[in-house]
């Protein structure tokens, strides 16, 4: 499932309950297996993002109760998870096979079922489906990535949808906003703060944004 990288058991409480996650910890373990993947394996650790958007959800049930939801960069999946446990009907699609197993083994951990998970390549879309609300925590940290994700959006999200994202104020975070907002995106953003997965006695900032379609 994570390429034999090794996996530590955390407990994460988000709202009502706690979340058991599975993850890659060991950042030389992950360094020395990106020396011969095709692409860095992110999405085997956990991150504050995942976390924080999560909360968000939690917080305001009602943004995904009954919503058909995708889940981009899923990674371990946290965030899905925890929308499927409030009703909504969840995609989870990752370019890595194995963090989809993390996803499957997140959601089995934590007793949560009907989840459909599939490959998703962001510079090679082929989901025709749409979608009432997108979700996708730490996702556009490279440059490189926007275009096709702001492609994605435009093509993936129902009429009257919403996205929401979440970033721990990388360098990407202006630019991608600028970037949305000059493709046509209203851009809403507020700040939260999360405990540090590393530094537990420090808060960790994290921005939300929330997308929707200029005019609606």
Request: proline share 5%; with cysteine; charged share 20%.
């Amino acid at each position: 499932m994570t390429h034999n990288l090794p996996l530590v058991r955390r407990t994460i409480p988000i709202g009502s309950r706690t979340w058991i996650i599975d993850t890659v910890d060991d950042e030389d373990a992950l360094l020395a297996h990106a020396e011969t993947a095709t692409q860095f394996p992110f999405g085997l650790m956990l991150w504050e993002s995942a976390i924080a958007l999560a909360q968000h959800l939690t917080q305001n049930p009602t943004l995904a109760a009954g919503k058909s939801t995708l889940e981009l960069g899923a990674g371990l999946g946290l965030t899905g998870v925890v929308a499927a446990s409030l009703g909504a009907i969840v995609t989870q699609t990752d370019h890595d096979a194995a963090a989809l197993d993390a996803c499957a083994r997140t959601a089995a951990l934590n007793g949560i079922t009907g989840i459909t998970r599939t490959p998703g390549d962001w510079h090679t879309w082929t989901n025709a489906d749409r979608y009432d609300l997108i979700l996708g925590a730490d996702i556009f940290y490279d440059a490189e990535n926007h275009s096709a994700l702001l492609a994605i959006f435009d093509q993936a999200l129902a009429p009257g949808g919403r996205i929401l994202l979440s970033d721990p104020h990388r360098k990407n975070l202006t630019p991608f906003i600028a970037a949305a907002e000059a493709a046509n995106w209203t851009v809403t953003r507020s700040d939260t703060t999360v405990l540090d997965l590393k530094l537990p006695a420090k808060l960790r900032p994290i921005a939300l944004l929330d997308l929707r379609r200029q005019g609606t």
